[in-house]
């Protein structure tokens, strides 16, 4: 095996695949398919953006392991994570005459990752799927984990399934071609992960954020292996997010509030950034985590060129907006909030005032670039 190869097992019940991190590895895609899958037919969804970029590798890569390659691609921002854009999607498919043992490929981000695995999931009732991230966020978040879905006008993500990849490639050199607001926005993830689950991890992140920004192909691919293997191992306790997977939700109550008012002018990764700020506050005000640690969270985040604050949002309908996450409980909002950096628990009895002070707290500091 390649030495730069990194691979994480993940074990959830009824499904088992690894997760592959190796830069270069977007040239071996069809011989890693071929091996998972004896189909005479593959299926790529991307995006017009990636699909211009990375297309054109994978299914050359496809069609010299013997796939008969079809391709969707679709529009690329949160704004187009519809049913109607899955609409287009099936269409491509089933006029193609994509079979129950045809794997699909997600090429692309978070966006295209969720629409692809929805596609997957409900066409034909199931077919395979295989996860190729191409962003930071995608690769040590969306692609893990099985969840798929689309967006609502109502809130995010509140249309989907559980549908678990065969497998997850990841090539930490397509990072290359990402623009810089999108790197940032996956490194909020990075520094989630930490917050909730290794207080070693955070503080070596604190010591080498500047690596990570400036592109260190090698140090990327640990980075991304880190996470991977953080998300990997709180799935696999719980797939169908039950009890500690909401863990992962840290910072996105807020956050995915803030997104959907915004009506995603930001990116996902600013809104988690400020989420886990907001979230900080309110387990502050509640006397759950010390001030030193709330301050050692936004340092990483402003380190990360990540925002902290500057909202100009309407406060009240963002808190309105809460009301409407899919994680709302028998009526009640359920926050994630610190104890320690490393430790995170559920609450679902944050009094309001709390909640509305914490948003209030983001208007107050000046946004990272």
Known sequence: MDPKTRTIHTAIPG??????????LLAEVGDMVRKLSPSKKAAIITDDVVGAIHGSAVESSLRAAGFAVAVATVPSGEKNKTLATISTIYDTLLTWGIERTTPVLALGGGVVGDMAGFSAATVLRGVPFVQIPTTLLAMVDASVGGKTGVDHAVGKNLIGAFHQPIAVLIDPAALKTLPPRELRSGLAECIKHDIIRDADGFADLEREIHRALSLDID??????????????????????EKGERAHLNFGHTFGHAIETVSNYSYTHGQCVALGMVAACHAAKALGMIDQPSCDRVAALTRAAELPTGGLTLPIDTVVSAMIYDKKVKAGKVRFVLPTTIGHVTVRDDVPAGVVRDAVSSLTSQTPAP
């Open 15 to 24: 499904s088992e695949y690894d997760i592959t991190v190796r830069p270069g």
């Open 219 to 240: 140090y990327l691919a640990s980075l991304v292996a880190h996470n991977v293997a953080i998300k990997a191992r709180v799935v696999a306790a719980d797939p169908f």
